[in-house]
């Protein structure tokens, strides 16, 4: 059974924005969890991997947000920095979860984001303010440096990340591959899971190209639901953990 799927708007954390987003109410028994579906930069809360992992996520009673990022409502995405404008954005729809009510307001917090949206992510998880909020984060093409440039995006770790990270990586991701990101959690304070799509590169399209173009989307559709697959099976791990140790 689906449940709703509310349109809203709220205002970013510090009001300087309008952030579009759809919340998704729990479809199960509800439990006192909450996940935000972040896009990547290509992509629109309405991309059915977002629609997907929310609809799971409300299968599993947890209230779930997907939302976009202002730039696709102002159009201006060159002055979009992740860190700034990203975080603000994110912290917006953590006070929707926060000041609706008492029949949403989580006790544990999830974040799930793509490639900017896990930038985004991983931001707000390592703010000395939120840090001790999120319960969990996923993140699906994680970015360690630039596509043609090896500088890190991270030079010095995580630091102050608290919560549990799974990262879902294709073999080809041109922005960290396996053997980087390996390196990386292994640095990191915090339990981590790695899964690698064989095959693939950063949006789960094969690598190389197939000459058929609908074969090749069908095989890219495929992958994603393999990431929705892995990635829902960690989360309702992660929350029956959490569940328990509230007990």
């Not at 629109?44 to 947890?62: R, S």
């Amino acid at each position: 059974m689906e449940g709703e799927q509310i349109p809203l708007t709220f205002p970013s954390g510090t009001g300087e924005a309008e952030i579009q987003a759809v919340w998704h109410t729990p479809t199960s028994r509800a439990t006192n969890g909450a996940v935000i579906v972040l896009p990547g930069g290509g992509y629109t809360k309405d991309h059915w991997l977002n629609v997907e992992l929310c609809v799971g996520a409300a299968a599993l009673g947890l209230t779930a947000l997907r939302m976009d990022f202002r730039y696709k409502t102002t159009g201006d995405r060159a002055n979009f920095n992740p860190r700034i404008q990203g975080l603000d954005d994110v912290m917006g729809a953590y006070n929707f979860l926060q000041n609706f009510g008492r029949e949403i307001k989580p006790k544990r917090l999830y974040l799930i984001g793509k490639s900017l949206g896990g930038v985004v992510a991983l931001s707000f998880a390592i703010s000395e303010k939120y840090a001790s909020a999120v319960s969990g984060l996923a993140v699906f093409g994680m970015v360690l440096h630039g596509a043609e440039n090896p500088e890190r995006f991270w030079p010095e770790g995580l630091p102050g990340i608290k919560s549990p990270l799974l990262v879902v990586q294709g073999q080809y991701d041109q922005y960290a591959n396996p053997e980087e990101l390996q390196e990386f959690c292994n640095s990191l304070p915090i339990p981590s899971q790695i899964e690698i799509i064989n095959g693939v590169g950063h949006s789960y399209e094969p690598v190389p190209a197939l000459d058929n173009a609908e074969a090749h989307a069908d095989s890219q559709r495929q992958n994603m639901g393999r990431v929705v697959h892995i990635t829902l099976d960690w989360l309702e791990k992660q929350d029956s953990i959490r569940e328990e140790l509230r007990k």
